[in-house]
């Protein structure tokens, strides 16, 4: 996960992009909200003002719009699938490279379940001083597990979340949002067996971009602007895998694949039906996997 975060003791860019974007969603696109995160704008802290200001002042700007998209139709996704886990009996939730993830701290659901946030070090130290200026409590159900992944295998990650209360023996929900196009094939191989090695009945919703040719023209037009900016942050796209290629990849690993959803299969059709700016377009997909039961 080395592309998340910059060793400056702070979010990098994009994590910040993406709750500016999660932020930004409630102040200038059209009600009912997709996603709502009302604690997204406390964590851009001193930078809130200029980073929604491009989106108050330029909001229609289809990288802004399409930021929004994204980051609002994964959350949605994410956080809808806990809910139904949980009323399930799972109450375990893995959030790999946390960044400014909000849950732990908003979420009526996020009081029967436990949150383990992985990040590194710096971005956690971060998020920890701005809920303690907004005199946001840390509650109990969340933990913090700093893992560095430039000096640290990923199979270190098992220990790490043990250590900080995880229970190998009970299934969970583990959300991989934003991560795997800033990391190589090997990496995402690295994680993928540890996940395989949770509870059986644990499932797995990783995100994944496209490669160029299954992209339409606005995930294109996307993918080069944010990819040029994310590459003059010091945080280059690597991967990109198809449906078939993530299926295959799941698989290797001994995870069952259970859905693929585009941008457009987050929320029902009728609530694309909008008069703001937000559209799905052929970018990323969200799949999702299990660890099976009774093997």
């Given amino acids: 996960m080395s592309g998340l975060m910059m060793n400056k003791g702070q979010p990098s860019q994009t994590a910040l992009m993406s709750a500016a974007a999660r932020a930004a969603h409630l102040l200038v696109d059209d009600t009912p909200p997709i996603f709502v995160d009302p604690l997204a704008q406390t964590f851009l802290g001193e930078r ?21 998209t994204t980051a609002v139709t994964r959350g949605r996704y994410a956080e809808d699938r806990l809910a139904d886990l949980a009323g399930q009996g799972v109450d375990q939730y893995v959030i790999l490279g946390a960044g400014l993830d909000s849950f732990a701290y908003r979420s009526e659901l996020a009081d029967g379940v436990r949150v383990f946030e992985v990040d590194r070090p710096g971005s956690q130290n971060w998020k920890r001083a701005l809920l303690a200026e907004a005199g946001t409590t840390v509650p109990p159900s969340a933990s913090f597990v700093p893992v560095d992944f430039e000096e640290e295998s990923a199979r270190s990650l098992t220990d790490h979340l043990v250590r900080a209360g995880f229970d190998l ?6 959300s991989w949002l934003g991560v795997t196009m800033y990391l190589t094939s090997q990496a995402i191989r690295q994680t993928l067996a540890v996940i395989s090695g949770f509870a059986p009945g644990t ?9 160029a040719a299954l992209r339409d023209e606005a995930g294109q037009s996307y993918a080069e602007n944010v990819m040029a900016a994310a590459g003059e942050q010091g945080e280059p796209w690597r991967t990109f895998l198809s449906i078939e290629q993530m299926d295959a990849l799941l698989l290797e690993h001994q995870l069952q694949p259970i859905e693929y959803a585009r941008q457009r299969d987050t929320i029902a059709p ?20 299990g660890v099976p039961r009774g093997r």
């Fill in 169 to 174: 023996g009970r299934p969970a929900l583990v």
């Fill in 203 to 211: 499932e797995l919703i990783v995100e994944h971009i496209l490669p």
């Fill in 270 to 289: 009728a609530e694309w039906e909008r008069s703001d700016t937000l559209r799905p377009f052929e970018l990323s997909v969200l799949a999702r996997a």
């Fill in 48 to 68: 809130a003002e200029e980073l929604l200001g491009y989106h108050r002042s330029f909001g229609a700007h289809p990288v802004l719009s399409g930021a929004r």
